[in-house]
């Protein structure tokens, strides 16, 4: 069964022509590496869609939700974790650097999860709040690495941290590892 093609085989053969263009007109005036990795991340994307609305293929809809899935599943979220990478090393305060890759990874752990080819998205965020390596990281970043500090900096005895520690632990241990709350 044919479908009438959204479009036609000359506008997809402008378009590519187009595409092409703009391509070499930003691979000659763009000199930042990261903006055309951004570039080649999205191009590939916009043409495969054309591709998409061209073919005999009547399930447009179907067809581009799973390529938009599949491209943020992998392109666009590595090309993020390259964007979080130059960014953490560019940050000169190692907590910086520690929460902005500790957020970044798990915001892209969440985006693969979210787009990959499980349709139980949350089941798989609960399981992964559950993880145990989840779990350690955020106990090491979050509570040792920057919020025990940071009450020590501000002379908070140690008896107040260590109950704010445990309170802490309390919470993760009942909305994490429990998925209680």
Same mark, same amino acid.
């Given at each position: 069964?044919?479908?009438? +093609?959204p479009? @036609?085989?000359?506008a997809?053969?402008? *378009?590519n022509?187009?595409? !092409? ?5 930003? +691979? !000659? ?8 990795? @951004? ?18 293929n009547?399930d447009?809809?179907?067809? *581009? ?5 599949a491209?943020?599943?992998?392109p ?5 974790e390259? $964007? ?5 090393? +560019?940050?000169?305060n ?9 957020? @970044?990874?798990n915001?892209i ?7 990959d080819?499980?349709?139980? !998205? ?15 990281? $955020? ?5 040792? !690495? ?7 900096k +501000? @002379? ?10 445990? *309170? $802490? ?13």
């Open positions: 069964m044919s479908k009438e +093609k479009i @036609g085989d000359v997809r053969a402008i *378009i022509l187009s595409l !092409n263009l703009a391509e070499s007109q930003v +691979k !000659n005036r763009v000199t930042d590496e990261t903006l055309l990795k @951004g570039v080649n991340t999205a191009l590939p994307l916009i043409r495969e869609i054309v591709e998409e609305l061209n073919d005999d009547p447009n809809a179907k067809q *581009i939700k799973e390529t938009l899935l491209w943020t599943n992998e666009l979220a590595d090309y993020l390259t $964007v979080l990478a130059e960014l953490e090393s +560019k940050l000169e190692p907590h910086e650097r520690l929460l902005v890759g500790f957020l @970044g990874a915001v752990a969440i985006l693969r999860l979210m787009t080819l499980e349709p139980d !998205n949350v089941e798989q965020i609960r399981n992964y709040w559950k993880d145990e390596d989840f779990v350690a990281d $955020v106990q090491e970043v979050l509570i040792t !690495n920057l919020l025990l500090p940071a009450l020590e +501000k @002379g908070v005895t140690p008896e107040v941290r260590n109950y704010i520690h445990s *309170i $802490v632990d309390l919470t993760l241990d009942t909305f994490v590892r429990d998925n209680e709350v």
